[in-house]
């Protein structure tokens, strides 16, 4: 009963509060919310199924190019681009899956494959005029028009990905319930074994790459709109599919709360090096780089799994 | 398309070819013993051209000759990498030691783009630019020498694994960890040589690259997609694949750049990547451990 007084009451502040926040908060707080919806759609598939994805940028970049494609020739509001974007990802993410877990390509060996898609892609990007090759897509007349998916002001798109950060915690919460959920769990402490039960191994997985894939395109049309501008190395490189399973596994990969709770922390800890050392690029990234190792190292389960033992304990 | 653009791809993509060849060498070594898809692995190759870089700029040291500054000094950052970060960790989850390698990778590129900021440097000593032709291909000697010292390493190596003691012990730890161990050999010990001697290999490729290269915090990641493409294409831990298979990259790419625009290039050698993934897991060489 405790743990959800405490998240009822999470969720009142995160409502509230922000109207009252100063511009540049509120703007760390989107990433952190964009962040830990990231987070939330990579652990899907890497936290719960096990199957470590370095490629999910692929995904938000489908989902990013699309609805920005659709508005910029055929005038589809975003908000509809969005849905085809997620489900062209959806397809896209199948169609990797299927070719990788059908020829039984498991741990690194997924990881590599899934970054190679990615980048396959990134380079599809980078050489077709049509979708403005490296030097990207702009979305122009910022004008605030809502249907189209433009607000004025930050705080509509704080709302936007809120709901969404929201509804991928919902989501997972209702997953790790699921018959689905059961069957990833037990495909990812072993997959073997599991089949022999009689878990559908391949349907599956594919089936958490699906729901990952078309979240993450989600994740990636709200970056479109809320910075309006898209090229082949922001949405497609590998900095993005190391975003999402940072937040999961900083946080605790397979925990529904998880990559929520590291964007919170890896977040604002990014923003406060930047400002810390103005001028000095990567101080950010390289604090990524050693919280990875170090809770890898002595939080393998993440901040979940810590607050988990030491709860039991 | 005339045959001698294709002639001069050729030569090109070998020379380059043993460079990869190399670097995938040392990545698969790391791979048979330790089980790590290396990361890091680029990274380390950046720092190497970065100390190739600054001991050419200021103490004056030739790019090849400061190999024997470089190889020894990363054969022990790579031991202290593996004492300090990935030992503590060698029973953990198979992820999360390649989340790992990937954080190690975060720290050291970003490391270098905090010292020394994203500008490209170059290296360019008397004979960069010296070059003659074979037949209708222009060969750059630098891409020379370092495809012939690439491959000079790589035999070392080989050699050094064949006939050595420690050599031997390394072998054994790829092929069965626990008979090694019950053999008594000192299994931490030998798990850091090796990952000494993949970083000692990786930084002598970047010294030799360095003549003709440029030098920044990111230009390790396309050697290590690169490393990757010809590992798994060689067969993982398996060595004389790795040094073949690096031709093959290298020439694929090559070829790629010659016959297709832009940077599609890169498409060639990524679709030949998921393809042996798929189809040729344990490599086209055979031998390797496959899934």
Known sequence: MAAEVVAGLAVGILVVAPPFLPPYFLEILISVMLFGYLGAAWNILGGYAGQFSFGHAAYFGIGAYTSTLLFLTLGLTPWLGMLAGGVLAAVFGLFAGYLSFRYGLRGPYFSLVTLAFAEMLRVVAVNTKAVGSSLGLVIPNRESAPLNFVFAGKLPYYYVILAMALAAVWITRRLERSKLGYSLLAIRENENAAEAAGVDSLGMKLRAMALSSFLTALGGTFYAQYFAYIDPTITFGPSVSIQGLLQAIVGGAGTVLGPVIGAFVLTPMSELSRAAFRGRAGVDVMLYGLVLILVISFLPNGLMGWVRRRRRA | MTADLLLQAVVSGLLLGGVYGLVASGLSLIFGVLRIINFAHGAVMMLAMYTTYWLFTLLKVDPYLSILVTGPSFFVL???????????????????????????????????????????????????????????????????????????????????????????????????????????????????????????????????????????????????????????????????????????????????????????????VFALFVLVLLFRPAGLVGGGRGR
């Not at chain 2, 490209?120 to 222009?138: I, K, N, Q």
């Not at chain 2, 020379?144 to 690439?150: K, P, Y």
């Not at chain 2, 067969?235 to 093959?248: E, P």
């Open chain 2, 78 to 268: 790579g031991m202290v990498i593996q004492r300090l970060v990935i030992e503590p960790n060698r029973f953990a989850a198979e992820h999360n030691q390649l989340m790992l390698t990937l954080g190690l990778a975060l720290v050291l590129e970003n490391l270098a783009l905090v010292l020394w900021q994203g500008d490209f440097r170059t290296v360019r000593p008397p004979y960069a630019s010296a070059s003659f032709m074979l037949g209708e291909a222009l060969v750059e000697v630098p891409r020379l020498v370092a495809c012939g010292g690439a491959v000079v390493m790589a035999l070392a190596l080989f050699a050094f694994l064949r006939l050595t003691d420690v050599g031997k012990a390394i072998r054994a730890l790829a092929e069965e960890p626990e008979g090694a161990m019950l053999m008594g050999i000192d299994v931490g010990r030998i798990r850091a040589v090796a990952f000494g001697i993949g970083s000692g290999c990786v930084a002598v490729a970047g010294a030799l690259v360095t003549p003709f290269f440029y030098v920044a915090p990111d230009v390790g990641e396309s050697f290590n997609i690169m490393a990757f493409v010809v590992v798994v294409l060689g067969g993982m831990g398996n060595f004389v694949g790795a040094l073949l298979s690096g031709f093959i990259v290298g020439l694929a790419e090559s070829l790629g750049a010659t016959l297709m625009p832009g940077s599609l290039k890169q498409l060639v």
